[in-house]
């Protein structure tokens, strides 16, 4: 499937209608998370025959990325009965397969799956200080193979950091630059979702990164 044919295709999503905010739910624009699934299965090859987890999978976007890049099985995974509805009936819309675990991720257990590879654009960690680093403790410590996930570019230092030294990361890589040249920029369109948003739309900017377990 080419990059522009699945920007489409998740285009067509149905996102939140009444998002929370103490979950910092924001939707995954079908910008980013093409190019964010686009480049894990073209240039590492970690999406087409794996298993694939969407940790805080939300309405489902990553997941059906996923799926309609060639995993073998997605399983995403979320703490909102409702995004997990909106999730089954965009995968059931678009005849793609999701597993889905109604879940807080940091009490995850996994045990008897083998996950190759988790997705994931967890929350920043702006309302519950520390929630972006809860996700990615637990997803280094359940993929066999690697993890792709966003963060606030101001927190790089940081999250390289504990990755490597706390979390034992074998290589924590931001991609953003490796993907300059296909004339994307990693900048997080956030909407005005909330009461305390003053603008329509704000750009965020953001890392993408790739994290060897």
């Given at each position: 499937?080419?990059?522009?044919?699945?920007?489409?295709?998740?285009g067509?999503?149905?996102?939140?209608?009444?998002?929370?905010?103490?979950?910092?739910?924001?939707?995954?624009g079908?910008?980013?998370?093409?190019?964010?699934?686009y480049?894990?299965?073209?240039?590492?090859?970690?999406?087409?025959g794996?298993?694939?987890a969407?940790?805080?999978?939300?309405?489902?976007?990553?997941?059906?990325?996923?799926?309609?890049?060639?995993?073998?099985?997605?399983?995403g995974?979320?703490?909102?009965?409702q995004?997990?509805?909106?999730?089954?009936?965009?995968?059931?819309?678009?005849?793609?397969?999701?597993?889905?675990?109604?879940?807080n991720?940091k009490?995850?257990?996994l045990?008897?799956?083998?996950?190759?590879?988790?997705?994931?654009?967890?929350?920043?960690?702006?309302?519950?200080?520390?929630?972006?680093?809860?996700?990615?403790?637990?997803?280094?410590?359940?993929?066999?193979q690697?993890v792709?996930?966003?963060?606030?570019?101001?927190?790089?230092?940081h999250?390289k950091?504990?990755?490597l030294?706390d979390?034992?990361?074998?290589?924590?890589?931001?991609?953003?630059?490796?993907?300059?040249h296909k004339n994307?920029?990693?900048?997080?369109d956030?909407?005005?979702?909330?009461?305390?948003?003053?603008?329509?739309?704000?750009?965020?900017?953001?890392?993408?990164?790739?994290?060897?377990?």
């Amino acid at each position: 499937m080419k990059l522009k044919q699945l920007e489409g295709i998740l285009g067509s999503i149905q996102q939140f209608s009444n998002p929370k905010l103490d979950l910092e739910q924001y939707p995954t624009g079908p910008h980013i998370a093409s190019r964010l699934l686009y480049t894990a299965e073209n240039t590492f090859g970690d999406v087409n025959g794996k298993v694939v987890a969407d940790f805080g999978c939300g309405c489902g976007t990553l997941g059906i990325a996923s799926a309609l890049l060639g995993a073998e099985n997605v399983i995403g995974i979320d703490v909102d009965l409702q995004a997990l509805e909106i999730a089954s009936q965009n995968a059931e819309n678009l005849e793609v397969d999701l597993d889905l675990i109604y879940c807080n991720v940091k009490n995850l257990s996994l045990r008897g799956y083998l996950i190759d590879t988790v997705v994931m654009n967890p929350p920043f960690g702006t309302r519950n200080k520390g929630s972006d680093m809860e996700f990615l403790s637990v997803a280094i410590k359940v993929a066999s193979q690697s993890v792709y996930s966003l963060h606030k570019t101001s927190t790089r230092e940081h999250i390289k950091r504990v990755a490597l030294r706390d979390f034992h990361a074998k290589s924590a890589e931001v991609l953003c630059e490796v993907c300059k040249h296909k004339n994307w920029a990693v900048r997080f369109d956030v909407p005005q979702l909330y009461q305390f948003h003053k603008k329509k739309t704000v750009d965020l900017a953001v890392d993408l990164w790739r994290f060897v377990p």
